[in-house]
């Protein structure tokens, strides 16, 4: 069985179930019962992360998700369901790569 595209984002993020709940705005139930391939944002976020896919690995993007960037932590834009702002963060990594910063004692 092919996955949907939410098991596909849910795999590419490094999600667990309850994340990905959070991330659509869905109860475990309509999870459950794969209302989530239903939604538009599961389908833009799927074609996002395909394309990103292609120039960053997955272990990139799981970690990348968490961490904090310019514009803030990526995983808190999808949380608060602001897409466009998680578009432009990805956007910032595949234009300067993922950039790890020591931090200042």
């Known amino acids: 069985m092919t996955p949907g595209a939410a098991e596909r984002v849910k795999a590419q993020l490094g999600l667990a179930d309850d994340e990905l709940c959070d991330v659509l705005g869905l109860t475990p139930v309509?999870?459950?019962?794969?209302e989530a391939d239903l939604l538009p944002q599961t389908t833009v976020l799927d074609e996002l992360l395909r394309a990103a896919s292609e120039q960053v690995s997955g272990?990139?993007?799981?970690?990348?998700?968490r961490a904090s960037g310019p514009a803030g932590t990526p995983y808190d834009h999808l949380v608060a369901r602001d897409y466009g702002a998680f578009e432009t963060a990805?956007?910032?990594?595949?234009?300067?790569?993922?950039?790890?910063?020591?931090?200042?004692?």
């Open 30 to 34: 309509q999870l459950l019962a794969g």
């Open 90 to 105: 990805l956007e910032t990594l595949l234009s300067r790569g993922f950039v790890i910063r020591r931090r200042d004692a």
């Open 59 to 65: 272990e990139a993007l799981q970690r990348w998700l």
